[in-house]
């Protein structure tokens, strides 16, 4: 039994809440990616002060450095980044499917060599479940194969099989459940992926195949790696068509805020990506009124803030001048700074899309806010 409650929908967008082991999450909840332990140039005080319920990290990362053995000694992931509320850790089967002429996959797992030092390792199904046990982290991923875009049905088909196969076996040993850190294993959740490509029968099969194993929660993987926006939308719809109504649905991957809302608009409930932080770093920042690139000269003597009706401590204390400046200068702050608004605007615009599901007026709202930040 999955600890979501479903607590109110408007259309097809849900308003919920998830109870995991270190807190609540209110849903739709868009998580901040810290890939190796951090989210970039930001603390965990930072998280918890902008009001972050949940942050993403990666265990293809973590287990290359600085490893499962001394995340495990130190008492887990928690412990080690200080972080005290939750944490969702992707399987990093898309990180190792990304180095193409690094790994071999076979029916057992993938053998890979590291992007760091060249040494090679191996993942399963089983042993990347054991990892995030060990971790303790509050939900956990299966290890999937992600296809590229495009790939041919057939070769979309093995993947989603083998998909399927390995959430079998991750579930199994899921349910021995051996956590390291003085929980109940079974508080950390276990979440298989939906695959199928670009193709909306793989899509429902993948889907319906998936539920059938019943795993607590749901993500929808392999979008957003290339292909158009509407084919995007089109087999997120049929993913998410076939997936029950009383657990979470977590979209990976895609955190534009048009395609965020868009997605939640199709039902889904959790969603990461690391947009916000990287494009931040690039010089970009998210406002009400679309994205804003501080590095054109029309900001060099801008005094006003980067957005006027955000709230958070970058826009009530800089210009957009000063902003502008440090980007110019290649001084570090700039990076921080950006990433801060950006984060505290996902959040804040994610907190005022559950009040319009509440209130019944998010058609309302969806219909405003691309309006705005899209034109």
């Known amino acids: 039994m999955t600890p979501f409650s479903l607590l109110s929908k408007d259309g097809r967008a849900r308003r919920g809440r998830l109870q995991l082991a270190h807190g609540t999450v209110e849903t739709p909840v868009f998580m901040p990616v810290g890939t190796q332990a951090c989210v970039k140039t930001l603390t ?6 902008l009001g972050a319920e949940i942050i993403l990290a990666n265990t293809y990362h973590l287990w290359l450095r600085p490893g499962m053995d001394l995340l495990e000694r130190t008492g887990g992931l928690h412990a080690f980044m200080s972080w005290n509320r939750n944490l969702l850790t992707d ?12 790994r071999d996959v076979d029916e057992e797992g993938v053998s890979f060599s590291s992007h ?3 040494s090679r390792h191996r993942l399963t199904p089983e042993n990347v479940v054991q990892a995030q046990l060990k971790m303790g982290v509050d939900v956990a991923m299966c290890l999937d194969e992600c296809p590229p875009y495009p790939t041919a049905e057939g070769e979309a088909r093995e993947m989603m099989e083998r998909t399927l196969r390995w959430a079998e076996r991750a579930k199994k040993e899921w349910d021995k459940g051996d956590n390291m850190h003085g ?19 793989l899509r429902r099969e993948s889907a319906r195949r998936t539920v059938a194993m019943d795993f607590p929660g749901y993500a929808v993987g392999g979008l957003s790696v290339g292909e158009p926006r509407d084919l995007m939308l089109a087999m997120l719809e049929e993913s998410v068509a076939e997936l029950p109504e009383d657990k979470p649905r977590y979209l990976m991957g895609v955190g534009d805020p048009a395609d965020w809302i868009e997605a939640v608009a199709r039902g889904v409930d959790m969603v990461d990506c690391v947009l916000p932080t990287r494009n931040g770093r690039n010089g ?3 406002t009400w009124d679309g ?3 501080l590095r054109k000269n029309q900001f060099r003597e801008d005094a006003g803030p980067l957005d006027p009706e955000c709230l958070c401590p970058v826009c009530r204390r800089y210009s957009r001048r000063y902003l502008a400046h440090l980007f110019r200068a290649n001084e570090y702050t700039a990076l921080r700074l950006l990433s801060l608004h950006n984060l505290a605007f996902m ?17 309302d709202f969806k219909t405003r806010f691309l309006a705005r930040y899209v034109n």
Request: hydrophobic content about 40%; proline content about 5%.
């Open 291 to 293: 994205p804003v690139n």
């Open 347 to 363: 959040l804040d615009s994610t907190r005022q899309i559950r009040a319009s599901i509440e209130e019944g007026r998010f058609n």
């Open 116 to 118: 760091v030092d060249g």
């Open 91 to 102: 399987s990093g089967g898309f990180q190792v499917f990304s180095l193409a002429n690094r």
């Open 44 to 49: 965990s005080e930072d998280l918890e002060s």
């Open 284 to 286: 970009q920042a998210l």
């Open 183 to 201: 929980q109940d294993a079974r508080a950390t959740l276990l979440f298989p992926i939906v695959q199928g490509s670009t193709f909306p029968v």
